[in-house]
C-alpha cells in the first residue's frame, strides 16, 4: 500500500506525484527532454507540462536556456526546489498519520 497525494489547486490545476517526479528529473538531468524521457513522455508533453508548473506558482519553478550549439538545458529555482520539497514533507506526514496506519492494519496483505 502507498498513498499518492495530488492537490487541485482549481479546476484546471493540479500538482501530484508526476509534476513532483518531473521536477526532481529536470533537476537531476538538467535537461526537460531528458527529464521527460526519464518517464516515458514526449518532449512536448514534458514542456507543456512544465509550462504548466511555471503558470501555477508566483514565479517560475523551471528556468531554460535555448538549445543549439553550446546552449541548452534547464534548472530548477530555488522556488522549484522548495515546491518539490514542501510536497515530498506533506506526502510523508499524510503517509505516517495515525488514521491511514490504523487502516493500513486492518487490510488484507
Known amino acids: 500500500m502507498r498513498?499518492?497525494?495530488?492537490?487541485?489547486?482549481?479546476?484546471?490545476?493540479?500538482?501530484?506525484?508526476?509534476?513532483a517526479r518531473l521536477l526532481e528529473l529536470v533537476d537531476e538531468h538538467g535537461s526537460i527532454t531528458?527529464?521527460?524521457?526519464?518517464?516515458?513522455?514526449?518532449?512536448?508533453?514534458?514542456w507543456m507540462l512544465i509550462d504548466d508548473l511555471n503558470t501555477?506558482?508566483?514565479?517560475?519553478?523551471?528556468?531554460?536556456k535555448p538549445g543549439g550549439t553550446g546552449g541548452g538545458g534547464a534548472h530548477l529555482t530555488d522556488l522549484g526546489?522548495?515546491?518539490v520539497a514542501a510536497y515530498r514533507r506533506i506526502e510523508a506526514h499524510a503517509a505516517s498519520a495515525p488514521d491511514?496506519?490504523?487502516l493500513r492494519a486492518r487490510m488484507r496483505s
Open 56 to 64: 501555477m506558482f508566483a514565479a517560475k519553478l523551471v528556468e531554460a
Open 3 to 19: 498513498l499518492t497525494l495530488r492537490i487541485d489547486i482549481n479546476d484546471q490545476q493540479k500538482f501530484g506525484p508526476g509534476k
Open 34 to 46: 531528458a527529464a521527460g524521457r526519464a518517464m516515458g513522455m514526449s518532449y512536448r508533453r514534458a
Open 100 to 102: 491511514l496506519i490504523a
Open 81 to 83: 526546489r522548495d515546491v
